[in-house]
C-alpha cells in the first residue's frame, strides 16, 4: 500500500471573482500535491469555496442576485481557474454541498452533546471583510486592523464553543511539534498569541439566513469558519482513512483560524490533529496589496491570455520565495519567460530535436556520457527542499541543471562535429569508416542530452506540467516517476522541433 498524502488550499469566499493570490496558492499546492504523486503516493488534494456568510450574502444583495445564483456563478470561476492553470484537485468541495452542510450539523451536535457548546449573548465589534470580532484593543482607530474599515457593532444570542478550555492543550501542541506550522517564524507568534490566552468562540449568528441553520436552534446559522474548516473532513466522505491531513496550505492572514481553532475544533469533536500548516505571503504588486478598491488588480484570465500558463506558473514558484511575501510584475514575468523558459529550456529543447533530425534523421543510438548525467542526480537535495516546503529553491537546482545541459551542449558544439564531417545525415548509405569515431561522439552527445531532458522532465513536471508533456511528445517519452530517474535510455526517436515557449516582447 503506498503511503497517503492529503492536501487541502483554502476554500476561497464567493463574494467576488478569483484574483492572483488564489491562484498562488492553488499553483504551490498543486505543485507539492504532483511532486508526492511522482513518490508514488497515494495522493489526495482538495480545493474547494467558502460560500456561506454575511459578506456572500451582502455581496449577492448588492447585485441584487438572489445568493445561491450568485455564489454558483462565481464558483464556476473557481472552477475555470484550476482548469485553465492545469490544477490537478481530485475534489473540488462547496460549503453549500448538502453533504458537506450535513456533516457540519453532524459535528455541531456532537460537539454540543459533548458539553462544549453553550448559549450566551455576544457583543462586540464584527468585520465581514474577515468574518470575525474584533475585541477594542485589537482595532486600530476604531477600525477593522486588516480592511482598515469600519467594524459593526454586533450584540446578539449566540451558542459559544469553549475554546478557552483547550489553551493548555494547544498550547503544549504547539510547542511540541515544531514543524506543525512552516515557516517556523509563524509558529512562534501564534505560541505567543496562544500564551495571552484563548477566549470562548461564538459559533452561530442570527443577523442573517445565510448558512448551515444550528441543528439544535434553527433560529441561529452556523458561525462561517466553524462551517468553512469542516470542509477538510466532510469532502473525506468514503474516504477516511485519509485523515489528518498532511499539509493545508493557506495565506498568512487565516493562520490562526488553522493553528488555534482548527485544533481545537478537532480535539473537541475527537479528531486527529493535522501534521502541517503550509503558510505561505502575499503578492503585492508594485510594492503594493491586491485591492479591488484601490484598482491594484491582476486578473488571472486575463493574464493567462498574454502568457503561457506554464510561464504564469514558473515565474509565481520561482520568484516569490516560499513562505514569504513576494512581488508581481509582468516585466519580471517576461523575463524569465525569455530568458529561462525559451532560452534555457525552449532552446535546449529546440536544439537537440533539431540535430537529432538533421543528422540522424530522427532516430540515434549512442552511449551516455557521465559527466553530464551524474550531474543530474539532484534528487536528494531538491526533495529535501520539497519537503521542507522550499519550492523555489527546489526549483532553482533543478534550473541549474538545465543550464549545465546548455554548457554541456555549448561545449560538445555537435554542431561543429557534424559539420566537419561533411555531410548532414549519417544515416545515408556512404562511407564514412574514418569518421566513424565522430559520428558515436556526436550520437553519445546528442543521446545523452536527450536522457538529461528526460529526467529533467520528471523533475519539472510538478513545475510547468504542460510544457513537460509537449517535450515528451516530441522525443518519445511515457510519463514517468522518480523510481524512473536512475534508468538510462540509450535511443531515441524524435519528433518534429516545435517551439516550447514563444518569447514575449
Ligand atoms: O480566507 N496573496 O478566503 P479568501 C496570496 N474563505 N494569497 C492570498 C492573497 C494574496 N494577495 N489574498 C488572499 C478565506 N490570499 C476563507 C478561507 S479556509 C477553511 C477558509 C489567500 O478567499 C488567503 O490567505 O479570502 C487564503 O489562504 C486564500 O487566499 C483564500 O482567501
Known amino acids: 500500500m503506498s503511503k497517503k498524502f492529503y492536501i487541502t488550499t483554502a476554500i476561497d469566499y464567493t463574494n467576488s471573482s478569483p484574483h492572483l ?52 456563478s462565481i464558483v464556476e470561476e473557481f472552477k475555470k481557474l484550476c482548469k485553465v492553470y492545469n490544477i490537478s484537485n481530485d475534489y473540488f468541495i462547496r460549503t453549500t454541498d448538502p453533504q458537506h452542510e450535513e456533516f457540519c450539523k453532524e459535528i455541531f451536535k456532537k460537539v454540543y452533546d459533548k458539553g462544549e457548546i453553550y448559549k450566551g449573548e455576544y457583543s462586540g465589534y464584527y468585520c465581514t471583510g474577515c468574518e470575525r470580532f474584533y475585541t477594542d484593543k485589537e482595532l486600530i482607530n476604531g477600525e477593522c486592523p486588516v480592511h482598515k474599515r469600519k467594524v459593526e457593532w454586533v450584540n446578539e444570542e ?73 470542509n477538510y473532513l466532510s469532502a473525506l466522505k468514503g474516504r477516511e482513512k485519509n485523515w489528518p491531513a498532511d499539509i493545508h496550505v493557506i495565506g498568512k492572514d487565516i493562520l490562526w483560524f488553522h493553528a488555534v481553532i482548527w485544533p481545537s475544533i478537532l480535539m473537541a469533536a475527537g479528531y486527529e ?19 479591488k478598491t484601490a484598482g491594484i488588480i491582476v486578473d488571472p484570465f486575463i493574464l493567462a491570455e498574454k502568457y503561457p500558463v506554464d510561464a504564469i506558473r514558473y515565474f509565481l514558484l520561482r520568484e516569490i520565495p516560499s513562505g514569504e511575501d513576494g512581488n508581481f510584475s509582468e516585466d519580471d514575468l517576461k523575463s524569465r519567460l525569455n530568458n529561462e523558459l525559451a532560452n534555457d529550456l525552449g532552446n535546449l529543447v529546440r536544439r537537440i530535436v533539431a540535430m537529432i533530425n538533421k543528422y540522424f534523421d530522427g532516430v540515434v543510438e549512442g552511449e551516455i556520457d557521465e559527466d553530464l548525467i551524474k550531474k543530474s542526480d539532484i534528487f536528494d537535495k531538491v526533495n529535501k527542499e520539497m519537503l521542507n516546503l522550499h519550492l523555489n529553491k527546489a526549483l532553482e537546482i533543478i534550473w541549474g541543471f538545465v543550464k549545465e545541459c546548455n554548457v554541456y551542449i555549448n561545449d560538445k558544439a555537435p554542431w561543429k562535429i557534424g559539420k566537419s564531417l561533411g555531410f548532414s545525415k549519417f544515416n545515408e548509405k556512404r562511407s564514412f569508416s574514418s569518421k566513424e569515431k565522430d559520428k558515436e561522439k556526436l550520437a553519445s552527445i546528442l543521446v545523452t542530452a536527450a536522457e538529461a531532458l528526460r529526467r529533467i522532465c520528471i523533475y519539472l513536471e510538478p513545475f510547468i506540467p504542460s510544457s513537460v508533456e509537449k517535450i515528451r511528445k516530441q522525443f518519445g517519452f511515457k510519463k514517468e516517476m522518480f523510481a524512473d530517474l536512475d534508468k538510462v535510455v540509450k535511443s ?8 516550447l515557449f514563444k518569447k514575449a516582447e
Open 21 to 72: 493570490g488564489h491562484l498562488y496558492e492553488k499553483i504551490c499546492a498543486d505543485c507539492i500535491a504532483r511532486w508526492h504523486r511522482l513518490l508514488g503516493e497515494d495522493v489526495f488534494f482538495l480545493t474547494g469555496t467558502d460560500e456561506h456568510g454575511q459578506k456572500v450574502e451582502n455581496a449577492a444583495l448588492k447585485l441584487g442576485k438572489k445568493t445561491k445564483q450568485f455564489v454558483d
Open 273 to 291: 490533529l493535522p501534521k502541517k500548516i503550509f503558510v505561505h505571503g502575499f503578492i503585492n504588486v508594485k510594492g503594493e496589496k491586491l485591492s
Open 158 to 230: 449566540s451558542y459559544f464553543f469553549k475554546m478557552s478550555k483547550y489553551q493548555d492543550r494547544i498550547l503544549k501542541f504547539l510547542e511540541e511539534n515544531k514543524d506543525f506550522i512552516i515557516p517556523e517564524f509563524r509558529r512562534k507568534e501564534i505560541i505567543n498569541r496562544v500564551k495571552q490566552g484563548l477566549k470562548d468562540l461564538s459559533i452561530s449568528r442570527t443577523s442573517f439566513k445565510w448558512g448551515i441553520p444550528l441543528p439544535i436552534d434553527d433560529k441561529h446559522v452556523i458561525y462561517v469558519w466553524f462551517d468553512a474548516l469542516l
Open 492 to 499: 531515441v526517436k524524435v519528433g518534429k522541433a516545435e517551439i
